[in-house]
């Protein structure tokens, strides 16, 4: 089951799980077989219960700890999440996917000896093997240096953001003026879809740039190109209107820069804040979490169990995911995409809900290229939080990809033509937004 979905076959890997009902009934690794095929299709509910199952046969099951942990900590649940992570570690210390999740609750040393533990047991030809190897690299490299540590003062922010143009009046996105080392400035298009910075190998000497280790992962999104190689830069400092931060990785690759930005920058960037990114009036706000005169630390705490008026809890993996209704359907993850110029939908979401036709007229880019095999789905109704949008069509296409890369299953992305309509504010810390109109 875990090997199937390791290697992006998830229907075998269902199949797998539902022969292990009859196979191994009522058994530990029954339910957290399950409850790992649950979550890769995005039903948390049916995978929370199901590891839970586990721990009533075995409390000490290590992978129903893990699953569970993975579950808790995408709700913003960190600190339980990490009580559970090193029970499974101690059950299961010689997993090497147990001790990658044990070794990110260490800090300094203790958490590269955990990796380089991890990575002795894998086959070093991975992609995990690989990006854990660049991982470490930067690790080393950073040293005792703390990434994006916050140099100007930790007050509210308001930032102009600049309108991405795709020709001379078609608005792609909204984007941040940003300057690397006080010498180069560049143009990056704010993408709540994307993590950390990204810029292109040409701006590295201009930007003059450190590099953080030789080891290169594959730099994976939308598109059908070969996927590019990704490496680990480090700008001394970065500075957005008056935000300074020393200390930012940055991933280089061919594929990010384009004619209408310079790379990419995600919203995490701020993460040590509450961002607003008000799309009606162009700007971004950042505030500090509320009763907080400093950054927030390292430290690991949990998300309120009840959310104030207004928010909503989201699932964070590194993408926010939202559960979208299609049609009235239940609710799937759609992805909160504001640098998707375009909404989006999975083609089995489509089909299951409502007619795709096929269209050679639609032309859908990524940071791999060209989309080859594009649908349009008819009469789209998407809900979401409070609201819902009706699409008279809307762009269908695969996203197993982006599935696979996340661990959970997607059934879509909400680009412009829904955020251009909201003022939006995430909490990284409780993974929860609020969605104003």
């Known amino acids: 089951m875990r090997a199937l979905i390791e290697a992006h076959r998830s229907s075998e890997a269902y199949d797998a799980a539902a022969e292990a009902l009859k196979s191994a009934p009522q058994t530990a690794g029954m339910f957290s077989a399950r409850g790992r095929a649950f979550f890769r299709q995005g039903d948390l509910t049916k995978a929370e219960t199901s590891f839970q199952r586990a721990l009533l046969i075995d409390p000490k099951f290590p992978y129903a700890l893990a699953g569970l942990a993975t579950i808790l900590g995408g709700l913003g649940k960190h600190k339980t999440a990490e009580t559970l992570v090193t029970q499974a570690y101690k059950a299961g210390p010689d ?9 990110n609750t260490l800090k300094g040393g203790a958490h590269v000896e955990a990796l380089r533990r991890a990575v002795a047991i894998l086959d070093p030809e991975t992609t995990e093997a690989k990006q854990l190897r660049a991982h470490i690299a930067t690790d080393v490299a950073l040293g005792d240096r703390h990434p994006r540590v916050l140099a100007s003062e930790y007050r ?5 953001l600049a309108e991405i143009l795709n020709g001379p009046r078609i608005q792609r996105g909204i984007g941040l003026r940003v300057r690397f080392n006080g010498s180069y400035s560049a143009t990056l298009l704010l993408d709540t ?6 810029l292109s190998p040409k701006a590295v000497a201009k930007a003059g740039l ?8 594959e730099a994976q999104g939308i598109g059908d190109r070969k996927a590019a190689t990704s490496l680990r830069h480090l700008a001394r400092e970065v500075r957005i209107g008056d935000l300074v931060l020393r200390d930012c990785p940055v991933s280089v690759f061919d594929g990010v820069r384009d004619a209408d930005a310079d790379g990419l920058i995600g919203a995490d960037v701020f993460s040590k804040f509450l961002v607003q990114i008000d799309w009606p009036l162009l700007k971004l706000r950042l505030q500090p979490y509320p009763g907080m005169k400093a950054p927030p630390g390292d430290e690991a705490s949990d998300a309120e169990a009840q959310l104030p008026s207004g928010w909503q809890r989201i699932f964070y993996n590194g993408h926010l995911l939202i559960p979208t209704s299609v049609n009235g359907e239940p609710a799937r993850f759609f992805v909160i995409d504001s640098g998707a110029s375009a909404n989006l939908i999975a083609i089995d979401a489509a089909r299951s809900s409502t007619k795709v036709h096929g269209d050679s007229n639609i032309v859908v ?5 060209k989309v080859k095999d594009v649908s349009r789905a008819d009469k789209v109704q998407l809900q979401f939080a409070n609201f819902r949008q009706d699409n008279a069509d809307i762009v269908a296409m695969d996203l197993s990809r982006i599935s696979d890369l996340g661990g959970i299953e997607v059934g879509g992305l909400l ?3 829904v955020l251009r ?3 939006l504010t995430i909490d990284y810390r409780s993974a929860a937004i609020r969605l104003e109109h």
Not at 95 to 103: K, L, M
Not at 156 to 160: L, V
Not at 193 to 198: L, P, Q
Not at 365 to 369: D, E, S
């Open 365 to 369: 880019r990524g940071i791999q290229g």
């Open 95 to 103: 997993d090497p996917e147990i001790i990658r999740q044990w070794a």
């Open 210 to 217: 450190e590099p953080l280790g030789e080891e290169g992962v």
């Open 421 to 423: 309509q909201l003022v």
């Open 415 to 417: 680009g412009k033509p």
């Open 156 to 160: 509210n922010y308001e930032i102009g």
């Open 193 to 198: 879809g994307a993590s950390g910075i990204d």
